[in-house]
C-alpha cells in the first residue's frame, strides 16, 4: 500500500474503530505489573530509523525487568532490521505485512489471536502517526496498556483505551520518550504519568562489529567488482527519500558534491534501494568518472550496509535508516534535516552531524498531521543547505577522522 492509501485507510476506518473501542470502560491503572516475569509487548510499526532509536527504551526494560520475556511487533519489511539489532530473541519478533490491505488483515488477526494465547502483561505503542496501533494495543488483551495520548492538546486522537497515557511532548528527543513510555510501566500516582526529573542521560548505542567472514567477504567483492577502491577513501551519498520525498535534499546539490569530491581524490559510493538507481545514474553521469561507483542495491543485508559503513570513511545522507544505521559505526556521517528536526529525531552518535537550517515552517511533518506534510513539493528547508558548506563540514571530519581506507 502506498502512504496516501494508508493514510485514508487511517484517517477513515482507524477513527471509526477507535471511536467504537473507546465505548469501553477505560481504568486507570496506577499500579505496575504484578509479576516478575511479565510479558511485554512494544509495538514499533515507524520506519527502520525509529528502531534504532528505541536501543535506549530496550535497555532500560532489560534493566528493570530483567525477567520480561520482550515481543516486538514491526512491520514485515522491517524485520530483518530488528533481527540485526538483536534487540530481541529472533522467535520474539512478530510482523504483519502492509503491502496489502488483504495481508495487513489477515496477519493483524493472527497477531491477535497469537498475542491472545500469550496473556500479555502490557504493551507499550510507541506510534504516534497511526491509529492501528492503539487498536491491536487494545485488542492483544493486555491490562496495562502504555502509549501517547494528547491529554488537552490537539491531535493525535487514537482512541480513549490508553490506561496509562503518557503526554507526547514535542520538544524532547523520541529516544527519550520512548524511554518515558518505558518507565510508565512502574507505579505510578497521577496523571500525565512519569512525574519525575528527567535525567538528561547521554544515550549510547553499542557498535555493531560485522565478523571476520562478513568483513572478508565484502572487502574481496568491493576489490573484485570496483578496483578504484583499492588503498583510497570511500565516501557513501544516499539521496534517495524514502517514503517521504519530501526529507530528500536536492538531487543537484548532490550531483555538486560528488564532483567536488572526486576531484579532491577520493571514491564516492552512491547506496540505496534497487529502485534508487536512476539518481545514481542522474550523479555518475553528471562525474564522469571511474571513482564514482554505483552500490545502489548492491548491500543485500542490512548487516552487509553495516559492514560497508565499516569500511567507508564518511556518510552524506538524507534523514532516514542510513543515518541511525551509521551511528552503529565508527563512521562520520552528515544527514540532512528540515522537514522533520533533529531536535526530535536526530541519530545517537556523536559522530553524527545534523545540518538544519530551521525556517519558520520547520519541521512541517509532524505527529499532529500525520506526516502529512502541508509543503507544495518545494523543501526549501533543505534547499537552504548549501553544497560548499556540505563540502566544507565534509573536509573538516575527514581531516579529523582516522578510519583507513576502504580496502588495503
Known sequence: MNIEFQRKIDSIAGKIICRLLSLFPRKKQTGGIATSSPKILVILLSEMGSLVLAHPMFAYLKKYHPGADIFVLVF???????????????????????????ALVKD?????????????????DCELFSRISSIYAFLSGA?????????????????????????????????????????SIGNTDGFPVVKRVAHEDTFRIPTLNPNQDQQEGLKNR??????????????????????????AWPLENYCKIAMKLV?????????GMKEDAPLAEVISSRCQSRSCIDLTGYTRTIMELITLFHFASLLITN???????ASLTPMPSI????PETPALYGPLSEKAVSLHVPLPCSPCVTAYNHRNSPCDGNNACLKAILPEDVFQKACDLLQTDTIPPVVS
Not at 498475542?115 to 507499550?124: G, L, Q, S, T
Open 319 to 325: 534523514d532516514g535508516g542510513p543515518g541511525h544505521f
Open 263 to 271: 576531484e579532491k581524490g577520493y571514491v564516492v559510493g552512491i547506496i
Open 143 to 183: 491490562g496495562l496498556r502504555v502509549g501517547f495520548h494528547p491529554h488537552t492538546q490537539e491531535g493525535l486522537y487514537r482512541g480513549d483505551f490508553i490506561n496509562r497515557p503518557v503526554l507526547y511532548n514535542p520538544y524532547r528527543h523520541i529516544s527519550r520518550q520512548f524511554v518515558t513510555l518505558a518507565m
Open 335 to 338: 544527514i540532512f534535516f528540515g
Open 108 to 124: 493483524s488477526t493472527r497477531f491477535i489471536l497469537k498475542m491472545r494465547r500469550e496473556k500479555i502483561h502490557a504493551v507499550i
Open 222 to 247: 568491493l576489490k573484485s567488482d570496483f578496483p578504484e577502491t583499492l588503498g583510497r577513501d570511500l565516501i557513501l551519498l544516499y539521496p534517495g527519500g524514502g517514503l517521504l520525498p519530501i526529507r
Open 76 to 102: 514485515k519489511k522491517n524485520r530483518e532490521c530488528l533481527e540485526t539489532l538483536k534487540l530481541v530473541p529472533k522467535r520474539n519478533i512478530l510482523t504483519v505485512d502492509g503491502d496489502s490491505l488483504t
